[in-house]
């Protein structure tokens, strides 16, 4: 069994770089020292070895390397260096390094004249530990579950859990693994932690684990709007038809029976208080969850509904449509409460930036645009939102409380997103996306029968 980490045999970075001084010489035709055949090798978990040669040893007073995870090398780089120069082979140990981490360095040398001379900046990876986990720290909320970790060793272990409503499986090993840690559902009213320690032959590393309790019902109730029952022309309806798809026809007359739909959409802190995770792409409590596929989202109201007592569902696509069109109280607006996009909605053209990883780039703050007539937020823009139907072709039926089609390959979504141009987040537009699919503007609000 191996004890000793060696990062891919021996690993060699070799550079030759030609730079000259960063000042002149006063005598200016004397050729400048030369860095030449810089290498890094013998690369471990904390150590590595350097080696490179400088020329014009009688010029050259000090050599030494500077390097650092820091990739301009700036502040407090780490440096090993000499005053022995001889015939101008340096060699210098780097210590101190961290496994599986990304170092920039370069070779210097100071002149007797004071001129110091660099090379340029590269790079090495440090090999990873002889044990290590693919994650160290579990949240999870009060349901049942069971997470999957890597270990990646070059030694046996063994696995042990301080609780016993925390197990791991398979609880030894020699080499690399996946193990799985269970918990059971918390009902015990309080957090509780449990630590799984994995130990080698010469080392151990820990897992920690903390789990919510059940939330009460003020973590997890949702303000619901009353929508009242009435007749409508769903679908192409002749105040839209010069802008409407081929799936948005013919239009239908539909009559939807009372109902409840949500405010808002769900947020994200809404979502983690039941399912202890955040799947989002844009984090912050006040944005909408997204990246939750239509079968994730069953899960989350089944369990919302256990802790409730209530009978939350997702709106049909006939509801959804009639809520964004204002209800019974429609005044035929082409988006959800208004004829112009930027009053009541977050999409391509006005959110505050376009660039990816920016402030304001994807989704934004429920309830932050103005309402529609029946006081509800966001039903055009910010996130699409998952319906219950499965997707399908309109007929020209009258029908009441239509649920779709009764089978199919992909749900209904509504309401267009932060990424959608203006004709996709119309109260007509329609969607369709794979239930087991996430998408980071894909969420998705809520309806009951009753409040």
């Known amino acids: ?43 471990y978990e904390t150590t590595a070895e350097c080696a490179f040669r400088v020329s014009l040893v009688d010029q050259i007073q000090k050599a030494g390397l500077q390097y ?36 920039y360095y370069r070779a210097y040398a100071l002149t007797v004249n004071g001129d110091s001379i660099f090379s340029s900046v590269y790079n090495f990876q440090s090999a990873p530990p002889p044990l290590d986990v693919s994650i160290t720290k579990i949240e999870a909320s009060f349901i049942a579950a069971t997470f999957q970790l890597e270990i990646t060793a070059e030694m046996a272990w063994t696995i042990t859990s301080s609780q016993n409503w925390c197990t791991v499986q398979p609880a030894s090993g020699d080499g690399d693994c996946e193990i799985a840690v269970s918990i059971t559902e918390n009902t015990t009213g309080a957090i509780r932690n449990a630590t799984v320690t994995i130990t080698g032959s010469d080392r151990f590393l820990t897992v920690t684990i903390e789990q919510k309790p059940v939330p009460t019902i003020n973590d997890v109730e949702h303000t619901m709007v009353f929508v009242e029952g009435g007749t409508f022309m769903m679908g192409c309806a002749s105040e839209q038809s010069e802008d409407c798809n081929l799936d948005e026809k013919p239009a239908h007359e539909v009559t939807i029976s009372d109902f409840y739909i949500g405010k808002y959409e769900v947020t994200q802190e809404q979502w983690q208080v039941i399912m202890g995770y955040n799947p989002s792409s844009f984090s912050g ?61 977050w999409y391509w053209n006005n959110i505050p930036s376009k660039t990816i990883g920016a402030e304001g780039y994807g989704s934004q703050p429920v309830g932050t645009k103005a309402p529609n007539d029946l006081g509800i937020y966001d039903m055009s823009g910010n996130v699409v939102e998952w319906c219950s139907d499965w997707y399908g072709a309109y007929n020209a039926d009258t029908q009441t409380d239509p649920t779709g089609p009764e089978t199919g390959s992909a749900r209904v979504c509504r309401g267009g997103g932060w990424v959608s141009n203006e004709s996709g987040i119309s109260v007509l537009y329609r969607g369709f996306v794979t239930p087991d699919l996430r998408l980071n503007y894909l969420g998705f609000r809520l309806a009951s029968d009753s409040n």
């Open 1 to 43: 069994m191996k004890t000793i980490n060696f990062y891919l045999g021996m690993l060699l970075v070799t550079s030759i770089v030609v730079l000259s001084s960063c000042k002149k010489s006063d005598d200016s035709t004397t050729t400048s020292p030369r860095i030449i055949n810089l290498t890094i090798s013998d690369i």
């Open 285 to 345: 409590d006040g944005l909408p969850v997204e990246n939750v596929s239509w079968d994730e989202v069953q899960i989350f109201i089944t369990w919302l509904n256990n802790l409730t007592g209530k009978q939350y569902r997702l709106p049909t696509e006939a509801e959804w449509e009639y809520a964004a069109r204002g209800g019974n109280g429609s005044t035929d607006y082409k988006y959800s409460g208004s004829n112009t996009a930027d009053e009541v909605a």
């Open 68 to 103: 650092d995870t820091d990739s301009s090398l700036s502040g407090a780089t780490q440096d090993v260096s000499t005053t022995l120069i001889g015939d101008g082979n340096i060699s210098l140990s780097l210590t101190g390094l961290i496994g599986k981490t990304t170092y």
